[in-house]
């Protein structure tokens, strides 16, 4: 890790968790032992989507002079994006303070006091990348068997592994059967996963229909991408759309490659979605608990926790009838029809990056959530080199809390090491940000930090530079 030149902060008095060294191998990674003030990383640490920092500074300073800021009465413990690597999240748990590791098996942990007291947040994209999908689901689900109190939310690889697994099928249905494709080679780990564990010896695919009928069950029908545009009209811009079609063409080039690079035959790829079906559907199955706990958002105090961000509907709808609302029409259209959900704005908190082709926040939709009672939302999807970040995105506090800590996503960064990555919501009015690749814990305590950003603000100003 690097630590960032000319520090303007001292060692600040906040308590880290208790996470104890010296470190046996069992014990990984290294993690920080100091707190600085959230401001210490400089643009690493906080920002302001158009540049300007002394709108993220007037706003701060609005909630802060209001006194708006509610904290939770226990703390929250959130962790985002750990696709799938069970060790990422397990060393996350030990950054917590939530967990104490008993011996050097991943499964080998159990709850502290402070676990006992805390909401543990799985904050989306448990999915896809790899190495081990299920396995991290089983570390989530003894989180649970230790009677923690644990909240899923949902990711848009979550979603889309459940539409993609759910589109497959025999009948032709040019809205919904491209969403399997959908998924691309990301999926390929999981479904390795499920062949090696499930469908071994010399009947593992006895049933299984012939190669090219489990590809037309697979693949969208050669007319889709006649058919699709037509069909999606009423609903998509056509900006969208295009986007759409030009990735569907890339999956579809891209697929079937990574299939055969990692041993599966298409006859592989329709029997592990079978069973996958049965693994997370059927009543009986391993992780039918998974979709059935997922929600889209958590509110407590003034913070919401959400997988990316919102738009007007959704904060419109969150407005008039409050969060348990907005997740039961979020579970109400999990099961539904998938395009409806997927092009609709349930499925834009999950994957929105305030980007031409999302919907859009408005200065009247953040009025809203800020009627609700949200003055900032906590949220992963947007991937981070230096740990966490505060950004002000459409005028509403953004704490970005995705710290690339899975494996595969740390190797096509250039992260060394393993990663972990935990956000801490303290009842005591503080937030901690500690990640494996930033040197110091970042401390937002919502005064101290606003007395930090001001200074170095006026300092860029005294010095000429910009304040971007």
């Not at 006649?226 to 079609?245: C, G, R, S, T, Y």
Request: net charge positive; aromatic share 10%.
């Amino acid at each position: 890790m690097t630590e960032p030149t000319k520090p303007q902060n001292p060692q600040i008095d906040v308590a880290l968790p208790q996470y104890k060294g010296p470190w046996p191998s069992w014990l990984y990674p290294e993690l920080p032992r100091e707190a600085r003030d959230w401001t210490f990383g400089g643009d690493k640490s906080f920002g302001e989507e158009n540049g300007d920092r002394k709108l993220l500074l007037g706003e701060l300073d609005r909630l802060t002079k209001r006194k708006l800021w509610v904290w939770p009465k226990r703390p929250v413990l959130f962790f985002s994006d750990l696709h799938a690597d069970r060790k990422a999240f397990v060393a996350s748990l030990v950054a917590s303070g939530g967990v104490r590791r008993t011996g050097p098996g991943v499964m080998n942990f159990r709850l502290t006091k402070l676990g006992r007291q805390a909401t543990f947040i799985i904050g989306g994209d448990c999915f896809d990348k790899g190495p081990h999908n299920l396995k991290l689901l089983r570390a989530v689900r003894r989180l649970i068997e230790l009677d923690a109190r644990v909240r899923i939310l949902a990711g848009n690889h979550d979603v889309r592994n459940l539409l993609g697994m759910r589109a497959v099928g025999a009948d032709i249905d040019h809205r919904n059967d491209h969403f399997f494709l959908r998924l691309g080679p990301k999926v390929v780990p999981l479904l390795t996963e499920i062949r090696d564990s499930y469908m071994t010896g010399r009947n593992a695919l006895a049933g299984i229909p012939n190669e090219a009928e489990c590809r037309r069950c697979l693949l969208p029908a050669p007319d889709w991408f006649d058919a699709f545009p037509k069909i999606a009209a009423d609903h998509l811009p056509a900006k969208q759309i295009e986007v759409e079609l030009k990735r569907i063409r890339n999956k579809l080039s891209s697929f079937e490659p990574a299939c055969r690079a990692a041993g599966l035959s298409m006859r592989h790829v329709y029997g592990a979605v079978m069973k996958w079906r049965e693994l997370f559907l059927e009543p009986d199955g391993e992780f039918n608990w998974f979709f059935k706990r997922m929600r889209l958002g958590y509110h407590v105090g003034s913070f919401m926790f959400i997988h990316a961000g919102f738009d007007d509907e959704m904060a419109d709808l969150l407005r008039a009838d409050g969060v348990k609302a907005l997740n039961r029409h979020f579970r109400d259209a999990m099961f539904g029809e998938p395009f409806d959900l997927y092009y609709g704005s349930i499925a834009n908190t999950i994957r929105t990056k305030y980007r031409s082709i999302d919907n859009r926040l408005s200065p009247k939709g953040v009025e809203k959530l800020h009627d609700s009672g949200i003055h900032a939302i906590i949220h992963g999807h947007r991937n981070l080199l230096d740990g966490q970040r505060i950004m002000l995105r459409r005028g509403l506090i953004n704490f970005e809390c995705d710290s690339t800590i899975d494996q595969h996503s740390r190797h096509k960064e250039g992260l060394t090491g393993s990663g972990a990555a935990v956000t801490v919501v303290h009842p005591d009015g503080y937030i901690l940000g500690i990640s494996t690749d930033f040197p110091y814990a970042k401390a937002f305590e919502p005064k101290r930090t606003l007395t930090a950003l001001s200074s170095a603000l006026t300092s860029e100003d005294k010095s000429g530079k910009p304040n971007r």
